[in-house]
């Protein structure tokens, strides 16, 4: 253990020389998870579609990097874009020859009705918050398996996978929620055990947050009047929750602090589904 920082630091939460990656990076709940690997000593890049991240990426990237001694990137790359998104990818890995950990939060919501769904719609949907989160999965998994390292990835999913939230009509993002825990599982299943060649032993879990304040949230409650009271109202605790309070979640599923953890949904949820 180095002197200075690392030295104060919990050992099994400890990702002092690690390598991480978070999509969905550039603000938001992804932003806070990505802060909390940096506070952890980590290396940790964030990948979002933006050209540039918001603003409250720079105000954090000043802020943990000085306090912290981990650092914080950013690239732009957009999940549906494989080829970019397995170079960038690569490239990073490359750098240490080594990847530790992913949190895969990219994620779109569409309010629209069942019925007025379009085909091209839906495929928009299941692209970004399905086949690209399992595209971004595989693409780290090869280069953990590439280089040995015993990895951890947390899925982000939603309590919309489990239930159909009242007030709000989004069929196609709830499914594709439901999908990313069974994924979860899957991927568990198949990279879970070392193999005779020195790969395997990746852990992959679920992480499923109930409704958050982030800039998706605030659209739907312009969009759908009285829904903020509705769900406060459907919560055990009357209120919803803010990004920074799963940031210790995040950080428990790629820390050593799991290690016997893998294939679970872990649900955070203020207690919505426990009625």
């Given at each position: 253990?180095h002197?200075?920082?690392?030295?104060?630091?919990f050992?099994?939460?400890?990702?002092?020389g690690?390598?991480?990656?978070?999509?969905?990076g550039?603000?938001g709940?992804?932003l806070v998870?990505a802060?909390a690997?940096?506070?952890?000593?980590a290396?940790?890049?964030c990948?979002?579609?933006?050209?540039?991240?918001d603003?409250?990426?720079?105000?954090?990237?000043?802020?943990i990097e000085?306090?912290?001694g981990?650092?914080?990137h950013?690239?732009q790359?957009?999940?549906?874009d494989?080829?970019?998104?397995d170079?960038?990818?690569?490239?990073?890995a490359?750098?240490?020859?080594r990847?530790?950990?992913?949190?895969?939060?990219?994620?779109?919501?569409?309010?629209t009705k069942?019925?007025?769904y379009?085909?091209?719609?839906?495929?928009?949907m299941l692209a970004?918050?399905?086949?690209g989160?399992?595209?971004?999965?595989t693409?780290v998994?090869?280069?953990m398996?590439k280089?040995?390292?015993?990895?951890?990835?947390?899925?982000?999913?939603?309590?919309?996978g489990?239930i159909?939230?009242k007030?709000?009509?989004?069929?196609v993002?709830?499914?594709?929620k439901a999908a990313v825990?069974?994924?979860s599982?899957?991927?568990?299943?198949?990279?879970?055990?070392?193999?005779?060649?020195?790969?395997?032993?990746?852990?992959?879990n679920?992480?499923?947050?109930?409704?958050?304040?982030?800039?998706?949230?605030?659209?739907?409650?312009e969009?759908?009047?009285?829904l903020?009271e509705k769900?406060e109202?459907?919560n055990?605790?009357?209120r919803l929750?803010?990004p920074?309070?799963?940031?210790s979640?995040?950080l428990?599923?790629?820390?050593?602090?799991?290690s016997?953890?893998?294939?679970?949904?872990?649900v955070?949820?203020?207690g919505?589904?426990?009625?």
């Amino acid at each position: 253990m180095h002197e200075g920082t690392g030295s104060k630091r919990f050992r099994d939460f400890n990702l002092e020389g690690g390598v991480f990656i978070v999509t969905g990076g550039a603000q938001g709940l992804g932003l806070v998870m990505a802060e909390a690997l940096v506070e952890a000593g980590a290396e940790v890049h964030c990948l979002d579609r933006q050209p540039e991240p918001d603003d409250e990426f720079t105000v954090a990237h000043e802020r943990i990097e000085k306090e912290y001694g981990g650092s914080l990137h950013y690239s732009q790359v957009d999940v549906r874009d494989v080829k970019n998104l397995d170079e960038t990818i690569g490239r990073i890995a490359a750098r240490k020859e080594r990847l530790d950990g992913l949190i895969a939060a990219a994620g779109v919501q569409q309010i629209t009705k069942a019925v007025d769904y379009t085909f091209e719609d839906a495929q928009k949907m299941l692209a970004i918050n399905y086949t690209g989160l399992f595209m971004t999965a595989t693409s780290v998994a090869r280069a953990m398996m590439k280089y040995k390292c015993r990895g951890r990835i947390c899925l982000i999913a939603s309590m919309s996978g489990l239930i159909a939230n009242k007030g709000l009509i989004t069929p196609v993002y709830n499914s594709s929620k439901a999908a990313v825990i069974q994924l979860s599982r899957c991927l568990a299943m198949e990279w879970g055990k070392i193999k005779e060649d020195g790969t395997g032993g990746i852990r992959v879990n679920c992480l499923s947050p109930g409704h958050i304040i982030t800039p998706m949230v605030e659209k739907n409650f312009e969009e759908v009047p009285g829904l903020k009271e509705k769900w406060e109202s459907e919560n055990m605790m009357g209120r919803l929750s803010q990004p920074e309070e799963f940031k210790s979640a995040g950080l428990f599923l790629l820390s050593n602090a799991s290690s016997f953890m893998t294939g679970q949904n872990l649900v955070i949820d203020g207690g919505h589904t426990a009625w």
